[in-house]
């Protein structure tokens, strides 16, 4: 066991460190290529946050673990929001009055739910390609509301945030190609880990990727949430967790529905609704007043702890 969670917790920095370069390339390489501020800002808001989650699920599922990888993503958005936004709000109650943000809500929570509805009994095929096809208005609908708003807030600091000289695109190609190399290695590392660990504690798959693999996928979300909330980033914060469970919702569902050949696993009714019932709260704190309190914050992470113990199923 102890190999175990020592691999699993070296899969966390492999995986972090990989998706930290890999955006890091990413993003310098759009701005190499001239690509607008605001469009990098946006994506890379969601997709950035999201990429570690979305390549483990991805793992799982093609590794014929659905239960896993249908848990990591529905842990994912719960600590997305119970942890990183909440331990955010702990620091400094996150002020929530950038453009983007209020486009970004409805969508992510809209997102978050068609996922919570399609995972009861599973992810099939089926599902996957409705998914993915919702997907693709979602990001034509982000894009067309930043280029008719111009300049967004949210989108600065984005950029500002991993800005840097660029020194033209093939360094940071080999970066990111290296990058992503590494994130593989690492979530195959921790879907082994983690189904080990699920089998000593006689945990079920769906609930390991609940916890160990949903909570630790959103290890550096939480790192820089907190960051973000010290530096006075509300924006930053606040849109990273909207964006990020977007991506997470119809792109890792979509991509374990796909990569599953036709096995449906998923996880119980109860974590759906915990997820589900986590994202409109947040999303109703960020409504009331534009400000997502400390006492607000504190509520969500107390119902999280409180319900985990009731969704080993």
Request: net charge positive; with cysteine.
């Amino acid at each position: 066991m102890t190999g175990d969670i020592v691999g699993l917790l070296v899969s966390l920095v492999l995986v972090a460190f990989g998706g930290d370069q890999f955006i890091i390339a990413i993003a310098r390489l759009a701005r190499a290529l001239k690509l607008r501020p605001t469009v990098v800002g946006v994506f890379l808001g969601g997709f950035g946050t999201s990429i570690v989650e979305l390549i483990v699920a991805a793992l799982a599922a093609a590794r014929h673990s659905p239960e896993l990888a249908v848990g990591s993503l529905v842990g994912s958005v719960a600590a997305n929001v119970c942890l990183a936004l909440t331990i955010a709000a702990l620091i400094t109650p996150l002020r929530v009055g950038s453009a983007t943000v209020q486009r970004e809500a409805p969508l992510s929570v809209a997102s978050v739910a068609l996922f919570a509805v399609l995972a009861i009994g599973g992810l099939s095929l089926a599902k996957g390609v409705v998914m993915a096809v919702a997907l693709l208005p979602v990001l034509g609908l982000l894009l067309f509301s930043v280029r008719q708003r111009g300049p967004d807030p949210l989108a600065d600091e984005v950029v500002e945030f991993i800005d840097k000289p660029a020194r033209g695109p093939r360094p940071e190609v080999v970066r990111a190609i290296g990058s992503l190399v590494v994130m593989l290695g690492g979530a195959d590392l921790m879907v082994n880990c983690a189904e080990a660990l699920a089998g000593r504690l006689g945990m079920t798959q769906g609930f390991a990727g609940l916890t160990l693999v949903g909570i630790g996928t959103s290890a550096p979300l939480i790192a820089s949430s907190v960051q973000g909330a010290r530096r006075g980033e509300h924006e930053l914060v606040v849109g990273n967790v909207l964006g990020g469970n977007l991506f997470i919702a119809l792109g890792g569902g979509a991509l374990v529905g796909l990569l599953s050949n036709g096995r449906t696993g998923g996880t119980g009714v109860l974590a759906l609704s915990v997820m589900f019932g986590a994202v409109v709260l947040s999303w109703l704190a960020m409504a009331k007043g534009h400000v997502v309190s400390r006492w607000e914050a504190l509520l969500l992470v107390v119902a999280y702890v409180a319900f985990l113990p009731f969704i080993n199923s």
